[in-house]
């Protein structure tokens, strides 16, 4: 089963906590979503491999740890899961970017893919699927399915807020699949929104309604 990290920590605590205010703008909601994805970034990529090479420093040579693959793929889910991006690009500048663009049917919650487009060769990297809300967990068990139906076998999925519902969703789904968090909320309304959550992320990242 893969495991759920609920990643903790003051920093990202505090900036979610003002994501979460009605009153902050699209401006500053955008600049904490990319602080919170950078900050998440260091327990995401914590387990990712390296071997050693030699490297002389001014004073001697010497073996020292590099990443055993620089090349990974962030996914964000649009489209909320673009305002992700940046900041784990600004840790990672070396990644590649690929996009799945899956629109929800507003009675059915039902998601449908519209877009699809990834780098060459991804299939044989980690891939890092990204979205700031885990609600229904339709979205992300979709995405997944149509990663995996290209070949894709390294995938692990990040989410800003989560509830219980949409995390069993992808470990019935995609048991392989490792979910990273910032918050478990208490669970989904009449209209599948996160509660409490922090609204429409898409809408509140584009400024739109």
């Known amino acids: 089963m893969g ?3 609920v990643i903790s920590h003051p920093l990202i605590e505090a900036k979610l906590t003002r994501m979460r205010d009605k009153n902050t703008s699209s401006q500053d909601f955008r600049l904490l979503l990319k602080e919170i994805s950078l900050l998440m970034g260091y327990e995401i990529t914590r387990d990712f491999e390296t071997v050693q090479v030699e490297v002389e420093t001014p004073i001697c040579a010497s073996q020292f740890p590099v990443l055993k693959q620089e090349f990974f793929t962030i996914v964000p889910i649009l ?9 784990l690009l600004e840790l990672m500048p070396f990644s590649h970017v690929g996009h799945i663009g899956l629109v929800r049917d507003e009675e059915t919650h039902v998601p449908t893919e519209y877009y699809y487009k990834m780098p060459e060769g991804f299939e ?4 890092i699927v990204v979205d700031p809300m885990l609600a229904t967990g339709g ?21 800003l807020v989560a509830v219980p ?27 599948a ?9 898409g809408d509140r990242i584009f400024g739109t309604k």
């Open 3 to 5: 495991r759920l990290h």
């Open 193 to 201: 929104y996160i509660v409490p959550g922090l609204g429409d992320a």
């Open 139 to 159: 979205s992300a068990v979709d995405a997944i399915n149509s990663l995996k139906k290209r070949g894709c076998t390294n995938i692990r999925l990040v989410n």
């Open 79 to 87: 489209r909320a899961g673009l305002g992700m991006v940046d900041g």
């Open 124 to 127: 044989t990297s980690e891939v």
């Open 165 to 191: 519902e949409g995390i069993a969703a992808v470990q019935a789904a995609h048991p392989d699949v490792d979910i990273y968090v910032a918050a478990v909320d208490e669970g989904l309304n009449e209209n």
